[in-house]
């Protein structure tokens, strides 16, 4: 079978090669003799040197399984649907994306893969809110996480307790959806996860280790008001596409 890793990749220059790393590590590991896998680092569009550390690392590394895209900074969820393009044109089977910090780790894909077999879900979402040693740095992170996903309950009538986390896989059919969703940014998770249901697609939750990724030289981007003014924006835009 064919598993694809999508690593959306903005500014991360500091980060972005151990990450990778990393997570060819943990897939050599784990889905060597199950998988044949592929990471598809994302670059959208970074103002730092990003673009020309990943471009050195496939060159240097020669491996076929690593795969660059350069893309616009058109937005996470933006580089996130040229991948999976990409990966229905090449027949995949399985598809997934991670964010680069890898506050969710590498090793937690074999668990979500493992569920998708068990259970026949269609999608497989990471998940913090169980209990299961998750970690936040800053407490205001994790308040926003939960208002938010509470918020998205509520209003879409959807018992996923973490929509936001950065860990999903999912078949081509929910690839499918994944492509018709408009959100361009971090919303477009909220956008699928209200989406999928609808349609008859089965989404499955798979507690993990999580945590919070604090960095040198790396200040958080959350700002509570412009933050929330944009969550409550993009809940209402998906909320009226859905029933509109």
């Known amino acids: 079978m064919k598993f694809h890793l999508v690593i959306p990749v903005h500014n991360e220059s500091e980060i972005i090669l151990n990450s990778v790393k990393v997570i060819k590590n943990s897939l050599s590991k784990s889905l060597e003799k199950s998988f044949q896998w592929k990471i598809i ?45 990409n990966f229905l044109l090449n027949s995949g089977d399985i598809f997934g994306f991670i964010d680069a910090d890898l506050s969710s780790h590498p090793d937690n894909i074999s668990l979500l893969l493992e569920k998708m077999r068990q259970g026949g879900a269609d999608i497989v979402v990471a ?16 308040f926003c996480s939960k208002i938010f996903a509470f918020t998205f309950r509520t209003i879409f ?9 950065g860990l999903k896989i999912m078949n081509s059919k929910a690839v ?39 960095y040198k030289n790396r200040k958080s981007k959350l700002n509570l008001f412009k933050d929330g003014s944009r969550s409550l924006s993009a809940l209402w835009r998906i909320w009226w596409r859905l029933h509109f």
């Open 41 to 85: 680092l994302a670059e959208n569009g970074s103002a730092d040197n990003t673009l020309q550390i990943i471009n050195g690392l496939k060159k240097d590394d020669r491996d076929e399984r690593l795969e660059v895209l350069n893309l616009p900074n058109a937005g996470k969820g933006y580089a996130i649907k040229e991948s999976a393009k």
């Open 127 to 142: 998940s913090r809110f169980y209990g299961i040693n998750t970690i936040y740095e800053k407490r205001l992170r994790k």
């Open 157 to 165: 009538s959807i018992p996923v307790k973490d929509i936001q986390c």
């Open 176 to 214: 499918k959806t994944l492509l018709e969703c408009k959100e361009n940014s971090w919303f477009l998770d909220t956008e699928f996860m209200a989406k999928a249901p609808r349609i008859g697609l089965k989404i499955a939750e798979v507690p993990i280790e999580w945590k919070e990724k604090v």
